[in-house]
């Protein structure tokens, strides 16, 4: 009796590329055996021995290919954690920095056109509102000078909010000014309660008294006082609980920076608005009764996580992850969640100064600005080889797909081929004798 020799060629097929590269295509060695004792038996040695060749080189190819994709994906992936390091560190810069160009901004149609603003001018804009209790702290500073803060009314008054801070641009300035608004703006800062109550009195019935407080020192130069005026209490104010940013020397907050949903930080995010403001270092440190500076307290009460972005669409893009409001520096304003400024912008008078050149430019100004230019090539140089990277991914890929589609056919021929030579093969029966 002769016995019939199966014909086989066990052969794995990699559904993906990214499979490792254990679970390429492997022939079970026995199967060579069967394959060729059966060819061997029917003349095809020859055609076998070439069929188990040819698909050990093509599995052998595909197992290149495969290792030549992973070996990218992995290029890829790293300089992507790379440049996302790098991403976090030109923001940390341009926050350190103060550094925001409005030439390189884009400017709104009805944005209007002015010089910068100087203390000066804030001074005069501020002394303008005549009636008010800003104008009327302003005008007993410039003609009583710093005797003013002797004076038991006035001691506990730290200034004005719109010249407790500057700006290094002045649409910046312009922009923040319209967000908080002329009524705040004008708002009087005081470290403790007890100065608040020393700007206005009130008699048995509850009415103001006009002879008192700020109410009476404005009739005394002149300038009565007519209707509300903000006043602020420092020690009142919930100050910033968090960290700062590491040796910068203008106490700059360390927020979290905004992600969108899928981890990225939203593109033309500049900064926060409270890290944007500049502070005279007298006003830095322990200004409050509480020991803490303006920025953690008064700035970080008005402005909170006010995000700023470099254009309106920039913003829009980012509402996803803006909690506390935002800013585009071509003019687009979100007061809060669900609140959108819209129409032109205003023409704002009363507005942050310009900080002069030395005090808007730390000692280390140079230095970082040769990082922030060394970085940002770096991500080029590094964007450039993310895009080689891809090109070469996508080449694997593709060499991968047609050595598979040639594998795959190459299977199918071996497997007719392997039938015929089964069908040519018949058992003999033994008659008995």
Known sequence: ???????????????????????????????????????????????????????????????????????????????????????????????????????????????????????EETMEQIMQQEKSAAGIICRLNTHHGIQAYNITLTKDVLGIVARLGKVDDD?????????????????????????????????????????????GLGASIGRNLDGRFLVICLEHLRPYAGDFIPNDPQRRLDLLKPRLPNGECPPGFVGFAVNMINIDSTHLFCFAANGYGLRETLFYSLFSRLQVYKTRADMLQALPCISDGALSLDGGIIKANGLFCLGNQEDVQLRFPKASMKSSLPESYIESERQMKELKWKKEKMIEDIKREQALLNNSKLNFDRKKAEFLKFLAESSSYAAQQQLSVKPERLTPR
Do not use: W
Request: aromatic residues 8%; negative net charge.
């Open 1 to 119: 009796m002769f016995q019939q020799n199966n014909m086989q060629l066990a052969i794995r097929i990699p559904t993906s590329p990214a499979q490792d590269s254990s679970q390429y295509m492997q022939v079970d060695q026995s199967d060579k055996s069967l394959v060729m004792s059966g060819d061997m038996q029917n003349g095809g040695f020859t055609h076998a021995e070439y069929i188990f060749n040819f698909s050990k080189k093509l599995e052998e190819d595909l197992q290149t290919f495969g290792m030549k994709i992973k070996q990218h994906e992995d290029n890829i992936k790293f300089l992507n954690t790379q440049k996302k390091k790098l991403d976090e560190s030109i923001l940390d810069l341009q926050v350190i920095l103060g550094k925001y160009h409005s030439s390189g901004t884009p400017v709104a149609e009805n944005e209007v056109h002015s010089h910068p603003q100087s203390e």
């Open 171 to 215: 649409n910046l300035g312009r922009l923040l000014s319209e967000y908080l608004g002329m009524e705040t703006m004008l708002a009087i800062v005081c470290r403790t309660y007890d100065g608040v109550k020393m700007l206005e009195t009130y008699d048995k019935e509850g009415c103001i008294n006009k002879s008192s407080g700020l109410h």
